[in-house]
C-alpha cells in the first residue's frame, strides 16, 4: 500500500510564510499566492514536530470574508426564518468537497447560503496522477476553485486540507468549524480500482470505513446534534430477483413479521465498504442516538450545475477512463470521438442513474429535514433506471441527430456481476421531500455530447478500454495503463 499512501496527504507550505495572531487557537499564513492560509495549532505543532518527514497533513482554511460582507447577503435556504437560532446560517461540513459530486454540492450550499466548509485530503487528485488519467475537462486548483468563487459571489467556502482517517486532523477540523451537519462523500469511490490489486482492496476499505467510522466517533465527541448525510450507493443491494426497498423490507418468517434492514448483495470491494460503512453508521444511531441519512445514490452523469457553470475556473471534473469513468459520461465522450461505446456482456445491467443537478437538491433537501436522534434514514437517491444498451441506444440516437457515427462493440465483460436480470427499485422518499427531478432528455444528451466534443482533444485514447479484471485480481501491485 505504500506506493498510495506514502505520499497521499503531504501538503507544504511556502517557508516564506509568517504566522500572526487570528483566533486563539488559530495562526493565518500569508501566501505568496495572495490567499490568505489560516492554519490551526495543532497543525502547526505537526509541521514543527515533523522535522524533515513530509508533513501528513495541514488544516487550511483558504481567504476569510469580512463579517460586513457576509451579512450582505439574502438570507434563504441556509437561514432559518424563526425567531430564535434564526439568522445565524446552518453550517455544513463537506467532507470530499474537491470531488465530482462534493465539488457541485459545496458550492451549491454556498450559494444558498449555508456556511460551508470543505474538507478533502486531496487523494483524488494522486489517484489520477498515479495511474496516469485526467478528467476530460481542466480542472483548477482547489484554491484556485474557491478564491474565483468569493471573487464571484462574495462568499466564502472554508477549506481543510487532510486525512479523515486521521482522527486528531478531523477533530481539529470539528472544533473549528463546529458544523451542524456534515455531509461525507469523502471516500475511494469507484468499483474498478478498488479491484486492481490487493493493495488498493484494502486502501478501499480502510479508507472508506476507517473515514466513516471516525466522523462518527467525531458527531459523537463534539455534537451529537450534528446530522450526518452520509454518500452510501445502490450497488449496496446487488440485482436481487425481488423490488428494492428504500433501505428497509417488512418480512414475514415462520408467522412473524419485523422490518428489517434490505439484504445486501455488493459486488465490488468499492461497493462492499459502503456495506460495511452502513452498518456502523446503523449501529451508532441505536447505540449513540447519532442522526444519518444514507443516501443510496445511483450512478452520476453530466457536469454542469448552475455554480459551475459561473467561471470556467470552477468547471467540474469528467472522468471518462475505465476506471473512474461511469457509464453515461463514458459513452458520451466515447460518442464524441469516434469510438465504440463500450457495452460489457450482454448489456442488460440496469442500473439507477441521475443528473448532477438532482445530487446536488437531494443534498439540500436531506439536509433542510434531517433525520430525528437515533434514526438510520435510507433514501434511494436516483431518479431513473436504465440498463447499459437501452444508455447506448440514447447516446447513438442523440449522436446521430448531431451527426456523429456512433457505433457500438460488445466487450467481454471485465466485471463479475447479472447481465441479464430483474431491476425495479423504489425511490420515493426525496421525491416526497420535494425533488424535482431532471430526467434524462434529448437536450441534456445533446449537451453533454457537445461538452465532450468541446474537449476531445484532451481525450486519450488509451484510457478508455477497460483494464481492470474482478477475476484476475491479485495480490502483485499493478499499474494500469494500456
Ligand atoms: P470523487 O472521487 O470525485 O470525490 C471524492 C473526494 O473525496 C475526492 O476529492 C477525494 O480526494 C476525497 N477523499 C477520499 N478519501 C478521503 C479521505 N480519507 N479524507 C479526505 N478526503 C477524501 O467521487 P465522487 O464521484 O464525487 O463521489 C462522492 C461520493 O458519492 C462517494 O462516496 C461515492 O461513493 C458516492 N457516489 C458517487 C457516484 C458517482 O456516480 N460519482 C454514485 C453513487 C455514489
Ligand atoms: N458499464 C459498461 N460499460 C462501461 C462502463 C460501465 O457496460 O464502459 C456497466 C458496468 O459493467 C455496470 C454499469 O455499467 O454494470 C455501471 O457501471 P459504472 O462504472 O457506471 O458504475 P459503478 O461501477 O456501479 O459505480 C458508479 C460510481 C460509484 C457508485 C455507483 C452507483 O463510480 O461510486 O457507487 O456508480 S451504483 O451503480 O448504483 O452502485
Same mark, same amino acid.
Given at each position: 500500500?505504500?506506493?498510495?499512501?506514502?505520499?497521499?496527504?503531504?501538503?507544504?507550505?511556502?517557508?516564506?510564510?509568517?504566522?500572526?495572531?487570528?483566533?486563539?487557537?488559530?495562526?493565518?499564513?500569508?501566501?505568496?499566492?495572495?490567499?490568505?492560509?489560516?492554519?490551526?495549532?495543532?497543525?502547526?505543532?505537526?509541521?514543527?514536530?515533523?522535522?524533515?518527514?513530509?508533513?501528513?497533513?495541514?488544516?487550511?482554511?483558504?481567504?476569510?470574508?469580512?463579517?460586513?460582507?457576509?451579512?450582505?447577503?439574502?438570507?434563504?435556504?441556509?437561514?432559518?426564518?424563526?425567531?430564535?437560532?434564526?439568522?445565524?446560517?446552518?453550517?455544513?461540513?463537506?467532507?470530499?468537497?474537491?470531488?465530482?459530486?462534493?465539488?457541485?454540492?459545496?458550492?451549491?450550499?454556498?450559494?444558498?447560503?449555508?456556511?460551508?466548509?470543505?474538507?478533502?485530503?486531496?487523494?483524488?487528485?494522486?489517484?489520477?496522477?498515479?495511474?496516469?488519467?485526467?478528467?476530460?475537462?481542466?480542472?483548477?486548483?482547489?484554491?484556485?476553485?474557491?478564491?474565483?468563487?468569493?471573487?464571484?459571489?462574495?462568499?466564502?467556502?472554508?477549506? @481543510?486540507?487532510?486525512?479523515?482517517?486521521?482522527? %486528531?486532523?478531523?477533530? $481539529?477540523?470539528?472544533?473549528? &468549524?463546529?458544523? #451542524?451537519? =456534515?455531509?461525507?462523500?469523502?471516500?475511494?469511490?469507484?468499483?474498478?480500482?478498488?479491484?486492481?490489486?490487493?493493495?488498493?482492496?484494502?486502501?478501499?476499505?480502510?479508507?472508506?470505513?476507517?473515514?466513516?467510522?471516525?466522523?462518527?466517533?467525531?458527531?459523537?465527541?463534539?455534537?451529537?446534534?450534528?446530522?450526518?448525510?452520509?454518500?452510501?450507493?445502490?450497488?449496496?443491494?446487488?440485482?436481487?430477483?425481488?423490488?428494492?426497498?428504500?433501505?428497509?423490507?417488512?418480512?414475514?418468517?415462520?408467522?412473524?413479521?419485523?422490518?428489517?434492514?434490505?439484504?445486501?448483495?455488493?459486488?465490488?470491494?468499492?461497493?462492499?465498504?459502503?456495506?460495511?460503512?452502513?452498518?456502523?453508521?446503523?449501529?451508532?444511531?441505536?447505540?449513540?442516538?447519532?442522526?444519518?441519512?444514507?443516501?443510496?445514490?445511483?450512478?452520476? @452523469?453530466?457536469?454542469?450545475?448552475?455554480?459551475? %457553470?459561473?467561471?470556467? $475556473?470552477?468547471?467540474?471534473? &469528467?472522468?471518462? #477512463?475505465? =476506471?473512474?469513468?461511469?457509464?453515461?459520461?463514458?459513452?458520451?465522450?466515447?460518442?464524441?470521438?469516434?469510438?465504440?461505446?463500450?457495452?460489457?456482456?450482454?448489456?442488460?445491467?440496469?442500473?439507477?442513474?441521475?443528473?448532477?443537478?438532482?445530487?446536488?437538491?437531494?443534498?439540500?433537501?436531506?439536509?433542510?429535514?434531517?433525520?430525528?436522534?437515533?434514526?438510520?434514514?435510507?433514501?434511494?437517491?436516483?431518479?431513473?433506471?436504465?440498463?447499459?444498451?437501452?444508455?447506448?441506444?440514447?447516446?447513438?440516437?442523440?449522436?446521430?441527430?448531431?451527426?456523429?457515427?456512433?457505433?457500438?462493440?460488445?466487450?467481454?465483460?471485465?466485471?463479475?456481476?447479472?447481465?441479464?436480470?430483474?431491476?425495479?427499485?423504489?425511490?420515493?422518499?426525496?421525491?416526497?421531500?420535494?425533488?424535482?427531478?431532471?430526467?434524462?432528455?434529448?437536450?441534456?444528451?445533446?449537451?453533454?455530447?457537445?461538452?465532450?466534443?468541446?474537449?476531445?482533444?484532451?481525450?486519450?485514447?488509451?484510457?478508455?478500454?477497460?483494464?481492470?479484471?474482478?477475476?484476475?485480481?491479485?495480490?502483485?501491485?499493478?499499474?494500469?495503463?494500456?
Amino acid at each position: 500500500m505504500a506506493h498510495i499512501l506514502s505520499t497521499s496527504c503531504s501538503f507544504k507550505t511556502s517557508t516564506s510564510a509568517t504566522p500572526y495572531s487570528k483566533t486563539s487557537n488559530q495562526y493565518s499564513l500569508a501566501h505568496p499566492t495572495g490567499l490568505t492560509f489560516r492554519t490551526s495549532i495543532y497543525s502547526l505543532k505537526k509541521l514543527v514536530s515533523h522535522g524533515k518527514r513530509p508533513l501528513r497533513h495541514l488544516t487550511v482554511c483558504a481567504t476569510t470574508l469580512s463579517m460586513s460582507q457576509e451579512s450582505q447577503t439574502e438570507p434563504t435556504s441556509g437561514t432559518q426564518d424563526s425567531q430564535n437560532e434564526s439568522s445565524k446560517p446552518k453550517r455544513v461540513m463537506v467532507i470530499g468537497g474537491d470531488g465530482y459530486c462534493g465539488w457541485a454540492t459545496a458550492l451549491h450550499l454556498s450559494n444558498k447560503n449555508y456556511e460551508v466548509a470543505i474538507v478533502d485530503s486531496l487523494v483524488r487528485r494522486l489517484f489520477d496522477h498515479q495511474l496516469g488519467l485526467d478528467s476530460l475537462t481542466p480542472i483548477s486548483s482547489i484554491h484556485n476553485r474557491l478564491r474565483c468563487w468569493e471573487s464571484l459571489t462574495g462568499k466564502n467556502i472554508q477549506l @481543510y486540507i487532510g486525512d479523515i482517517c486521521d482522527f %486528531e486532523f478531523l477533530s $481539529e477540523t470539528f472544533k473549528s &468549524f463546529e458544523p #451542524d451537519s =456534515v455531509v461525507h462523500f469523502g471516500e475511494q469511490r469507484s468499483a474498478p480500482y478498488s479491484m486492481i490489486d490487493r493493495s488498493r482492496a484494502v486502501f478501499t476499505q480502510k479508507n472508506n470505513v476507517i473515514g466513516t467510522l471516525n466522523v462518527l466517533f467525531a458527531i459523537k465527541e463534539f455534537n451529537d446534534d450534528c446530522h450526518l448525510v452520509k454518500l452510501g450507493t445502490m450497488g449496496e443491494y446487488g440485482t436481487p430477483n425481488i423490488d428494492i426497498e428504500e433501505g428497509y423490507i417488512t418480512i414475514t418468517h415462520n408467522g412473524r413479521t419485523d422490518t428489517l434492514p434490505y439484504p445486501k448483495q455488493a459486488s465490488s470491494f468499492y461497493h462492499l465498504s459502503k456495506v460495511h460503512d452502513s452498518n456502523n453508521i446503523a449501529f451508532t444511531c441505536k447505540a449513540w442516538g447519532i442522526r444519518a441519512t444514507d443516501l443510496n445514490q445511483g450512478v452520476v @452523469y453530466g457536469v454542469r450545475t448552475d455554480e459551475t %457553470e459561473m467561471h470556467e $475556473e470552477l468547471c467540474n471534473r &469528467f472522468d471518462y #477512463d475505465g =476506471v473512474f469513468g461511469t457509464a453515461l459520461n463514458r459513452f458520451c465522450v466515447q460518442a464524441a470521438i469516434g469510438h465504440p461505446l463500450t457495452v460489457y456482456g450482454k448489456g442488460g445491467q440496469t442500473r439507477g442513474y441521475l443528473d448532477i443537478r438532482d445530487t446536488v437538491q437531494c443534498v439540500e433537501l436531506a439536509i433542510a429535514n434531517p433525520a430525528q436522534h437515533g434514526e438510520f434514514r435510507v433514501f434511494n437517491q436516483f431518479t431513473e433506471q436504465f440498463s447499459v444498451n437501452e444508455l447506448a441506444s440514447l447516446v447513438t440516437k442523440a449522436g446521430e441527430k448531431l451527426g456523429l457515427d456512433v457505433q457500438t462493440i460488445s466487450v467481454p465483460n471485465p466485471r463479475v456481476e447479472a447481465e441479464e436480470h430483474y431491476y425495479n427499485a423504489k425511490h420515493t422518499k426525496l421525491i416526497e421531500l420535494g425533488l424535482k427531478p431532471h430526467l434524462l432528455s434529448d437536450s441534456l444528451l445533446d449537451s453533454l455530447l457537445n461538452f465532450s466534443m468541446k474537449f476531445k482533444d484532451r481525450v486519450d485514447k488509451k484510457l478508455i478500454m477497460p483494464d481492470v479484471s474482478w477475476r484476475k485480481i491479485g495480490v502483485k501491485p499493478r499499474t494500469v495503463t494500456t
